[in-house]
């Protein structure tokens, strides 16, 4: 009898750390990164005829794109397709809670608001944010989550991490920890 690949779903709102995170885990476990966000990137930047999925014009239309049930659809069949391979540590916003519901490990990462959105401006301007500016993007990150609420479901099953006032190292590390657990 083969063993069957771990999948560790990494789910949470817009800026919560999912993607570094994920992929900060998938390296220290010796794991494959699957990164649905940028998935969706891609579809959203080929839709609007653009080549750069990080620009600021694929950043606003992406929640929309990902709202449309075909491009869920295609985007959750490429994540298992992809899972099918190997031992996985993928994120998004409802890969424990729809693609993956029997994943061995299910984590939920929040933060608070501000803070989310002063991690996300650092990482973008390469630089400590203003105030105003933390504002004006801490209401787009409400507005992005409100828009995102259906899909954005905790499993009943996930292990809630608050990274609020934690380092991603210390992220990292209790991940870390409740995987081997599973191997």
């Known amino acids: 009898m083969s063993r069957r690949n771990i999948v560790i779903a ?5 800026a919560s750390g999912k993607s570094s995170t994920a992929q900060w885990v998938a390296q220290e476990l010796g794991f494959t990164h699957i990164d ?35 491009v869920r659809a295609q ?20 890969m424990g809670s729809v693609v993956f519901p029997d994943a061995q490990l299910k984590i939920f990462l929040v933060a608070d608001p501000w803070e989310r959105a002063r991690r996300r401006l650092h990482q973008r301007l ?33 292990v809630l991490i608050d990274t609020t006032y934690l380092t991603q190292e210390e992220q990292v ?8 657990r599973l191997q």
């Open 10 to 14: 990494i789910d949470g709102p817009a």
């Open 36 to 70: 649905s966000g940028s998935l969706y990137r891609v579809e959203t930047a080929r839709r609007l005829g653009m080549t750069d999925i990080r620009s600021p014009e694929v950043t606003a239309a992406v929640s929309e794109i990902a709202q449309v049930p075909q």
């Open 75 to 94: 985007v959750n069949a490429e994540v298992r397709r992809l899972a099918d391979a190997c031992d996985v540590v993928v994120d998004g916003r409802d």
């Open 126 to 158: 390469g630089r400590s944010a203003t105030d105003t500016e933390i504002a004006e993007e801490t209401r787009r990150l409400v507005e992005r989550d409100a828009s995102d609420a259906t899909n954005t479901v905790q499993s009943r099953d996930a």
């Open 173 to 180: 590390q209790r991940i870390v920890a409740l995987a081997r």
